[in-house]
């Protein structure tokens, strides 16, 4: 049997199924800002309006409840530029004509589940927060082991923290129904994409394993 480094035996005694300890674990909460609720969406995207209000939103405050109560680090991301014009935005941003200016309210996470003073929050303007922040400074900086991801979309912004989360060496963990997408499909094809990069739980069972 192979006990070097890297061999098979030292492979097997690696899971993603391990308890958490809080004081190596953050809560990555992913795009949760107004920009995603305006009131137009309720009409333009009735699916990813209600999936928001009645199943994510809820679920992501039992979460960030959870996790802060547990000792664990709240780390936010939000689509925002540096600038008031938009000019250091990414050239997908540009491209697909997303923008939200430096200091709008657009930008600001949506109220039920705001950051506390001493959290952290992270503005970035591509799809992968790992791309375009400090996150993985912040995170080595902060000792992180496991980063539990939550928010929207599922099948981009979300997927591409898990994945690229994993690259770096973190235990990644998304907390499935605590996300949305635009509709139930592509929220669930996103599950099924990135499923092999993370462990996937449900708000009951991410709450239960903290306790």
């Known amino acids: ?25 953050a809560v990555l909460v992913v795009d949760v800002q107004n920009s995603e609720v305006i009131p137009e969406y309720e009409t333009d995207r009735p699916e990813y309006w209600r999936a928001i209000h009645d199943r ?3 679920n992501q405050k039992r979460v960030i409840d959870s996790a802060r109560a547990a ?6 991301t939000v689509i925002e530029s540096l ?5 250091d935005r990414s050239l997908d941003h540009k491209l697909s004509k997303i923008f939200v200016p430096k200091n709008s309210p657009l930008g600001q996470v949506i109220a039920l589940v705001a950051p506390e003073p001493d959290d ?13 922040t400090s996150l993985d400074y912040v995170l080595r900086n902060l000792g992180i082991e496991s980063v539990v991801v939550i928010g929207f ?8 923290a898990v994945r690229d989360g994993a690259d ?7 907390v499935g129904d605590a996300c949305a997408s635009y509709t139930e499909q592509s929220h669930q094809a996103g599950l099924k994409a990135f499923k092999g990069y993370c462990r996937q ?7 239960a394993q903290l306790r």
Do not use: H, W
């Open 1 to 25: 049997m192979n006990t070097m480094p890297g061999g098979r035996a030292l492979d097997e005694a690696l899971t993603r199924i391990r308890p958490f300890d809080p004081r190596k674990t």
């Open 56 to 58: 994510a939103l809820p």
């Open 71 to 76: 000792g664990a680090e709240i780390i936010y």
């Open 83 to 87: 600038t008031a014009d938009g000019r």
């Open 120 to 132: 952290i929050v992270l503005p970035k303007t591509s799809s992968g927060v790992f791309n375009s």
């Open 153 to 160: 979309v599922t099948d981009q912004c979300v997927d591409m």
């Open 168 to 174: 770096r060496g973190y235990y990644m963990v998304c």
């Open 201 to 207: 739980m449900s708000t009951a069972e991410f709450v």
